[in-house]
């Protein structure tokens, strides 16, 4: 994760995706598949990041509710 901008959104975020990443099962596995590929905790953490910055930047776009996919 880069350490430019705000380093409390990105203490934010990182804590917000630990979450995500317990509670959704899509997201689960996304960092399951991660950690496969040989990536440290921290690096797949950061790689669900910017997975969830994305799935909230379409979300607020087509402004719908999140929908599991699983």
């Keep these: 994760m880069e350490k430019r901008g705000s ?6 975020l990182y804590n917000a ?4 990443c ?6 689960a596995a996304y960092l399951a598949k991660k950690r496969t590929e ?4 921290n690096v797949a953490l950061s790689h669900a990041a910017k997975k969830l910055v ?6 607020e776009k ?7 996919a699983a």
């Design 17 to 20: 995706t630990k979450y995500v």
């Design 38 to 41: 040989g990536k440290h905790y």
């Design 7 to 12: 380093r409390y959104l990105r203490y934010a």
């Design 62 to 68: 087509s402004r719908q509710s999140y929908r599991n």
């Design 54 to 59: 994305r799935l909230i930047y379409a979300m």
């Design 22 to 27: 317990l509670w959704d099962p899509v997201f």
